[in-house]
């Protein structure tokens, strides 16, 4: 079974601060899909990123970055110079990627963490 | 990305009636959707896998002849929540697969009286 772990449950910051989402998880599959996710308040999930299990290259994408360590199974995301547009409710998830098996591409969800981005 | 659509955003109904909602994926076709439950301040909790052309796959303590699922087409999959009461208010969200990743719908808010 598949678990994964948000320790934070809310985080508030102030506008220009750089701010980092915690995220440990846990499965006994060797190939798994992580995910981030952004739920803002008006409800609809974001799809934030991707990354295969083979592939331990930390991303960049504009303010938005990601460290993953399959040593400490944690797959970290830090937004920086953080903005008022980022509030909102942040989930990490996992799902097995080989086909069969009653797992398939389901994602296993983390209890989100809201963040609050004050100006 | 991929764009995946819910319909109604909204719904208020009387207890004892049946709500369909639709969820739409625009610009893909999505062989497995999956419908989810989120209560305030949680997270989503799946309830079932919808494959075209084949019966849903419901996780345990979901019941399926309340919550039928029908996956007629590679665009669209429908929730309806039979014999609804308040207990069944909620917010629902629909996801449809593309390339291993789950692209969601803006969600529906069910409210029973």
């Known amino acids: 079974a598949q678990k994964v772990t948000q320790a934070q449950t809310e985080i508030s910051v102030v506008e220009k601060e750089d701010v980092t989402l915690d995220c440990v998880y846990e499965?006994?599959?060797?190939?798994?899909?992580l995910f981030w996710y952004k739920q803002p308040p008006s409800g609809e999930l974001v799809f934030l990123i991707r990354?295969?299990?083979?592939?331990?290259q930390n991303e960049i994408s504009g303010r938005y970055s990601w460290n993953f360590q399959k040593s400490t199974s944690s797959f970290n995301f830090t937004i920086t110079a953080s903005q008022v547009v980022d509030s909102a409710v942040y989930f990490c998830?996992?799902?097995?990627?080989?086909?069969?098996?009653?797992?398939?591409?389901?994602?296993?969800f983390g209890q989100g963490t809201i963040l609050t981005v004050h100006p | 990305g991929a764009v995946v659509s819910q319909h109604p955003s909204w719904v208020i109904c009387k207890s004892g009636t049946s709500v369909k909602i639709e969820c739409r994926s625009l610009?893909?076709?999505?062989?497995?959707m999956f419908w989810y439950r989120q209560f305030p301040k949680q997270s989503l909790m799946l309830m079932a896998t919808?494959?075209?052309?084949?019966?849903?796959?419901?996780e345990q303590g979901v019941e399926k002849d309340k919550f039928l699922i029908n996956h007629a087409s590679l665009t669209l999959s429908t929730l309806t929540v039979t014999s609804a009461h308040p207990e069944d208010s909620s917010f629902y969200i629909c996801?449809?697969?593309?390339?291993?990743?789950?692209?969601f719908g803006p969600g529906t808010r069910l409210t029973v009286l």
């Open positions: 610009d893909f076709q999505a062989t497995t």
């Open positions: 998830a996992l799902s097995v990627s080989h086909a069969g098996g009653t797992s398939y591409g389901k994602l296993t």
């Open positions: 919808s494959n075209e052309g084949s019966k849903a796959t419901y």
């Open positions: 996801s449809g697969r593309k390339e291993d990743t789950q692209y």
């Open positions: 990354r295969n299990s083979f592939d331990e």
């Open positions: 499965t006994r599959d060797t190939t798994y899909y």
